[in-house]
């Protein structure tokens, strides 16, 4: 569950948590949910973040979440909720889903 970092809108740094991490023969399996938070380049470091506290139920409190992106059917249908503080646009989720989709398709972009 280690976030990655999209940029979107040019201006607008995402911090994305995949809600799973698992690992078969080696392998790493792709999750269907990500969990989006507006990052803070100069507050956030990466080796600090607590993943786990970011995905409790209480995530919705936080001042940065943006909602959970799913991938009901990859490449065909999705889900966004913005059930936080915050939304996105219509434009930012499917900017997000392109990158999302650009890194499930390119495994020499995970980090194992």
Known sequence: M????????????IMVIPDADAHMDGHPVLTYSYTLYEANPVRHNASSINSDRL???DKRKHPNYLGTIFFDLPGKSFT???DGMN???ADQVQEIIDKISHYRHNPQLWRL
């Open 87 to 89: 939304e996105l646009s």
């Open 2 to 13: 280690k976030p990655f970092y999209l940029n979107i809108n040019e201006t607008m740094q």
């Open 80 to 82: 966004y909720i913005s």
């Open 55 to 57: 995905l409790a139920p």
